[in-house]
């Protein structure tokens, strides 16, 4: 059973920057891609990011190509997500989610979820 829990979400303005994490626990951590998918008001769950087991190969949902970069630290057990030139659109929910097999574009992949972090974006 792996246990994530997220950090680093918050309020900022449009163009702004934040840095997620994402530390996992009890499970062994280099085995799982790791995801980000969001969801925000009124909409579906939707995928932001994946990286694979190793960090060699990563996958971005088309909203957010070239602003966010997701990253991981095998020896903290940590993912990261670092989001760049945020838009009020990328205001959500966003959930850490780990998964045995890649690429993992969907949330049904998924076998392990954190408990969501906010993120607000004003305008």
């Known amino acids: 059973q792996v246990q994530l829990v997220e950090s680093g979400g918050g309020l900022v303005q449009a163009g702004g920057s934040l840095r997620l994490s994402c530390a996992a626990s009890?499970?062994?951590?280099?085995?799982?891609?790791m995801g980000w998918l969001r969801q925000g008001p009124g909409s579906e769950r939707e995928f932001v990011a994946s990286?694979?087991?190793?960090?060699?190969?990563?996958y971005y949902g088309d909203s957010v190509k070239g602003r966010f970069t997701t990253s991981r630290d095998n020896a903290k057990n940590t993912v990261y997500l670092q989001m760049n030139k945020l838009t009020p659109e990328d205001t959500a929910v966003y959930y850490c989610?780990?998964?045995?097999?890649?690429?993992?574009?969907?949330?049904?992949?998924?076998?392990?979820w954190g408990q969501g972090t906010q993120v607000t974006v004003s305008s």
């Open positions: 989610a780990a998964s045995r097999y890649g690429p993992a574009m969907h949330s049904t992949n998924y076998a392990y």
């Open positions: 009890g499970g062994t951590f280099s085995n799982y891609v």
């Open positions: 990286i694979n087991q190793n960090g060699n190969w990563t």
